[in-house]
């Protein structure tokens, strides 16, 4: 979890990513960003988001995000 | 399925890059016959009569007919030395719906006059055309251009509208 | 049959009339039954082609439900012995074993759109090109267009690969599967619902409901109002202005930006009124394709909210999985080591905006115009977001200004004119015109003589009365939008009976007294159906 | 609940009613009243009036060369003949076979001219001269097969069923006529389908005019298939047709020659007779410098009235027309139909 904050405040550090829950919503998170975190997410995780998993409710937040590769890593 | 929609659509964009750039080298085609030039002027079906009448100077004498039925505006017929030049209402003013050749002392663009042969009109357009009794009709877009044969002979071209 | 056509309505009512006579059961009989009759109608040549895509979409779709199956099965009875590296690796392979159908059927549907739709235009390009070696070319050939195989193509695909992707349920039914694919109101110009959310609709038994009826008959002639009373009427002008642009320069060319920005707004957003108007009738919610588009503050809330479905389905099954792919991983890697990260997140991402930007264009239409067009809108979207933190800057320094209502109007006017700007490239001949004419806006100050006087309508081709048929009608559309966006204006109107049927009354009478139809005018179709 | 449902009754009712009233008024007023402006779109619905009246031995059909050559009145004054104009601005062979059938279901007369220029045309030329021939037909089936039969690609039944839809944006078009016509009955444009002209414009030879050569002048067969119908419906009720070929022969429709065989061939085949009158023009008295209101293209008042006056002759002679001067009802009505002739000559001959 604490991962997947870096990832995100590496790319936005005015954000409170603890507590947002509208990353895609409120237009936080772009397509550029979007592509960044699943690159950060293989190197790391090595886990990897496919194309139909990019929705914003998988994004929207940063517990979403970590659900999202949990349950990808769990398989 | 990626790999392939993937390399397809490389494919596609470098080769519609490639076109990009000879799109705009159109080529110039020869003489069109389709279109009536005379005194440096070039007259094609469907033009607004007043330009037209502009560019071929003063006629000899015309013709007028009021078109049955009240509608506004009249037919016109304009003669001029070796051709006629018919118009008739359309939304905005008169337009040319008949261009019609009359003497050998005009030609079309492409060379034909009356009086040409059928061997040369056909080598001239490039092909049959479509045949009309004796006569020879070409079509291209919407001018429709008629050669009336007597004979082996030409005796009279006539341009229409092919609509 | 255009849908502004006697025989349309007559359809239409005769469809709904049976659909809620029949049993229940039998209600999405009836509409396999008339969207079968709509689409003859265009042409029985038509016919094989759409039902070739149906066969073979439905056919690869089972294949994938077929392989989904044995190995949920095998993962069910074997799942307490593998480990959890096991589990990956058996799912991985179980999709490579799944995709041969999904790419079997991907490109034998997107060949049979390529040829049908860009035979005739990659020819003349190749002959273009030949031409500069002198050689003749090829003929080349016309080959027929069935009527919006653009749509059902990409309403099949999706289908396809929402299957693959576990989003949606494949039908074993391939008349029910048939129905979804030809549903007649979106057969023509969408909106590209999604099956899972509208398959299901069409089983479910459909009462008469006043509720459904009134604001979806109240939205069929909204739709039709806003196609025949604006869109065909400026479309008028329109083509005056397109059929000279040596002489309509200038002023002209603003007044095309704003004519054909009502045009296309009303033949569209029209349209598709009328589709999902009449599907409502049917006691069916079809996917909205609009959401007051031209209120929109930037080029890609716009593209959010015009042509919803198509933009989603670009970004879902092109964009998406085009960014996130293994090679454009290899190109960000390269690209951060050798050109710094900036580049590197960069490249990827703007690669994949400008390709799906190029076939969104290429979608559109067979020409450079719409390459053009799509790859100019990639273009402003992507320099607009490099600009962002400039934008961001200066609304730090001016932080008030933000949230004033003037200049989000500012925003707005300035994205209309932006999108109408590039949109004129729909309308002139070729790419070289289009932005002669537009350059003309720069330097022939002259043609705003033309303003005073009786000179402009006359050019214009239009009567004074459709001129302000065309400026009053775009009025009431403008206050209904605004309106709308706190409640829609049309279900407000339908759950007052005497409101309700008086704004039927006005509109009926509107569109047939003014209404721009029949002979004397050129009544298009509606441009998102003849184009497609 | 059941509130709901009566005042959604009531509202739809109400809105309903008031849009049929005002679509009503609308079409009245959108459609053209065919008095001042092209007078020639009232000659359909004229007929009806007068087969009420009287019945008629002759019938002539076909196109503008009828309306403006023929003048019924003079037929009864020097004849006694009671005859009928069905002609209508550029009538095409099948607008003339349909305006014979719609004409047989009030009466069947001895005689049918027809006049053959309009042969040469096998496919419509402009909608206008559809609106102008159907608009004003009593409905009945010959009404819709005439609308099929005529229609143009761009024209829908409806638009024959609602004007509505076709003239609904008649707007700058509007004149005073409109409204006052709308709800009113129209004046009566022609005299027994002849319409009168009295302008004088003579006709003068120009410097190179020549009929243009045609590249084929077989007459289309969708025209002589129509021909062949028409004959067979006259054989079948008894009916004498004759063929005539108007006395005018502008450079604008010219009569070629050409054609005249085939025409010719066709009656001697047929046993039909035919005239062609431009041959016999100096035979009746045609002076083209006095007797034609545009330059040669029609006969003027007094063009069509010598031509009548020569072709009644042979109706009488050849073909046994009757004279019903004797009866006295009879004369009653075309006396003041021929009064009603005179005063409108002698009104435009006098202003």
Known sequence: MNEIIDILTELHDDVDFTTETGLVENGILNSLDIVAIISEIDDRFDVQIPAEEILPENFDSAEALWALVQRLDEA | MKKTSRILAFLMAALFLCLAFTACGKKDGGADPFSFVYNDATVKIGDSEEEALKALGNWASYNLSESCGGFAGKDYIYYYKGFSVYTTPDRNGNIINMIELTSDEVAIPNGLTIGSSRKDVVKAMGSEGTAQGESLVYTSGTVKLTFILRDDSVTNIQYTSAV | MSFTSAAFILFAVLTLLIYYTVPKRGQWIVLLISSFLFYLSAGGWYLPFILVTILSTWLCALGIRRRDRLDEDYLAAHKADMTKEERKAFKNNAKKKKRPYLVGGLVFNFAILGVLKYTGFVLSGVNDLLAIFGSKGVTVPSLILPLGISYYIFRSTAYLIDVYWGKTEAEGNIAKYALFISFFPAVLQGPISRHKDLAPQFFTPHNAEWSNLSEGGLRVLWGFFKKVVIADTAMIAVKAIVASPDTMTGMYVLLLIILYSAVIYGDFTGGIDVTIGLARMMGLRLAENFDHPFASRSTQEYWNRWHITMGSYFTDYVFNPLSISAPMKKLSKWSKDKLGRGVGMRLPVYLATLITWFLTGLWHGASWNFIVWGLLNGAVILISRELSPLYAKFHKKFPSLKDRAAYGGFCAVRTFFLMGTIRILDCYRDVPVTFMAFGSVFYDFASWGDLAGGKLLQSLGLELWQCIAIALGTLVVFLVSHRSKTRPVLTEISERPWLFACSCAVLILVILIFGCYGIGFDAGDFIYQTQF | ?351
């Open chain 4, 1 to 351: 609940m059941k509130r709901t449902y009566i005042i959604r009754a009531w509202a739809l009712s109400v809105a309903l009613l008031l849009t049929v009233a005002i679509l009503i008024c609308a079409t009245l007023i959108l459609q053209p009243k065919y008095v001042s402006a092209s007078p020639e779109g009232s000659l359909t619905e004229e007929y009806y009036a007068s087969v009420k009246e009287t019945n008629h031995d002759v019938l002539f059909i076909g196109d503008c060369e009828v309306y403006e050559s023929f003048v019924p009145a003079i037929l009864w004054q020097e004849y006694g003949i009671s005859s009928y104009v069905r002609g209508g601005a550029q009538q095409l062979v099948w607008h003339s076979y349909y305006m014979l059938e719609d004409a047989l279901r009030y009466e069947t007369p001895k005689t049918v001219v027809f006049n053959v220029l309009a042969l040469k045309y096998g496919e419509p030329q402009k909608e206008a001269y559809n609106r102008l021939a159907l608009d004003g037909m009593a409905w009945s089936k010959t009404k819709l097969d005439a609308i099929h039969a005529s229609k143009t690609d761009e024209e829908s039944l409806a638009s024959y069923i609602w004007p509505l839809l076709r003239y609904h944006s008649r707007w700058k078009e509007l004149t005073s006529e409109d409204f006052r016509y709308a709800f009113a009955d129209k004046p009566t444009v022609s005299h027994s389908g002849y319409l009168m002209q009295t302008d004088i414009v003579p006709y003068e030879y120009q410097e190179g005019q020549k009929p243009r050569p045609l590249a084929d002048y077989t007459l289309p067969q969708t025209a002589m298939d129509y021909l062949d119908r028409m004959r067979s419906l006259c054989e079948e009720k008894g009916i004498e047709l004759i063929l005539i070929k108007a006395p005018t022969d502008s450079i604008f429709y010219h009569w070629y020659d050409e054609w005249d065989e085939q025409i010719t061939a066709y009656a001697e085949k047929h046993r039909l007779s035919y005239y062609n009158f431009i041959p016999l023009a100096d035979e009746i008295g045609i002076d083209m410098t006095t007797d034609t209101y545009d330059a040669g293209v029609h006969l003027n008042v007094y063009g069509a009235e010598k031509m009548t006056r020569y072709f009644g002759k042979i109706l009488t002679e050849n073909h046994s027309a009757p004279d019903r001067r004797g009866d006295t009802a009879l004369a009653a009505v075309w006396d003041a139909r021929l009064a009603a002739y005179e005063a409108e000559k002698t009104a435009a001959a006098h202003p």
